[in-house]
């Protein structure tokens, strides 16, 4: 019984540095208890002596043996960890594995030749039974520091474009180091290497893998730098938007202003002589003439109508027949700055798929209607879309530069009880939204429903 307490508490410490590196960069599946619960549970199946444990050891045998099968199982039982507990990509997934364990061996062989260099003989026994050791604890402890230190640096803060580029040339450097301290471990046991020259060479290595988290966070700062320089340019797009939608309004109005005083001058002539019957007529014709309307959209909310009269403009500007289908949105509740950026997004997109297209074949059409809950729709035209796992392949070059306006579009409808659906159908792609009418909350969920053609 105490054989195994003991067991769970070194697999406990190893995996707790494994946690505390994960949580730098990825969001934890469940809160509080529950997900030190399932911490617990988790190092009660994976001690060094229980069944399951063995069984996976087992397994990494069969694709070789010695250190080879040891960094198989290790890396193994450090990516389910990191799979049942966090969210993430499969990529991170195996990248920051595979820098944590390299992270591992290179400290573990600094400590080894540090102390080789003072007593040999002591070190080789602590070495051949590790886990019962002091030599085993000191490398945890280094472990914790480290993964801790990493952890206050850098709080998780979540990606906006998903981009798993940054950790691919980390974890080629990291397969590099493992494989070196691999044979580090091999030449150290042979009597082919001292401990000076495993102690030097790990400290190289060591610092190989700091380097490769330094460069991960600096990868994550230039994206973060590129959204928010595409959100700046977005910004600056609308505003000019806004100002030409405005001016092109004005000038209607001055127009509406000037005809306006022609008319009454017109009117007042027929009074004055008294033709009663032609300013009569003269009336009935204006009526049937007073099609047009400054307006293009009266939802009879100010954000809203301001948005999509100016993206009217942009699409007659561009030659796009674009539609809407609007009730009375007094009523909103929904923030305005996500209305916006909901609206503004998707409206974006649909204009920049239908100038892709001649211009006879560009259509959009938008529903935005209020009852018990806001349902908005857009439809437009659009050349073929590829949708995989509720993201569009974006042909844009480089791609890392884009994709930020839809996922805006999700972080915002994150904040309510809403759900959407993307489809491409015939021609015609669509984005269909069904949200409470409610102010937003940290706790709201979006659920979302894909279909593909």
Known sequence: MIGHLVAMLVS????????LLYGAFSPRRLKGWKFWLCFAVYCTLMEGAGPLANGLYSACGILGGGVGRQTLYNVTRYLLLYVLLFRERPMVYLSTTVIFYSWICCIENLVVGTTLILQA??????????????????????????????????????????????????????????????????????????????????????????????????NEKDERLKGENLTLTARARTQAESIEALSASYTAQRKLTHDFNAHLATLSSYLDNEQIKDAQDYITTLQEQQTDRILIANTHNSTIDALLNQKAQVAKKNSIDIRFKVNDLSGIKVAPIDLVIIIGNLLDNAIEACVKLPAGEREIYAQLLLEDTLFLSFRNTSPPVEIVNSYIATTKKPPDLHGFGLQNVKTALGKYDSFYDMAYEDGYFSFT?????????????????????
């Not at 406990?12 to 946690?19: D, E, H, N, Q």
């Not at 039974?129 to 993964?147: A, M, P, R």
């Not at 046991?189 to 400290?203: K, P, S, T, V």
């Open 433 to 453: 939204i069904e949200m409470e009418n409610d102010l937003p909350s940290a706790t709201k969920k979006t659920r979302f429903l894909l279909h593909e053609s």
């Open 12 to 19: 406990a410490v190893a995996f707790f540095g494994a946690i």
């Open 121 to 218: 003989d002591t070190v080789r026994l602590a070495v051949q039974n590790s886990e019962k050791s002091w030599l085993f604890w000191i490398n945890q402890l280094l472990v914790l520091c480290g993964c801790a230190a990493i952890r206050k640096a850098h709080p998780y803060q979540p990606q906006t474009n998903g981009s798993q580029n940054g950790f691919t040339i980390p974890a080629i450097i990291s397969l590099v180091s493992i494989a070196i301290t691999a044979r580090l471990q091999n030449g150290y046991y042979q009597g082919e290497i001292n401990g000076a020259f495993l102690f030097y060479f790990a400290g190289i290595l060591l610092f190989a893998d700091v380097m490769t988290f330094v460069l991960i966070v600096w």
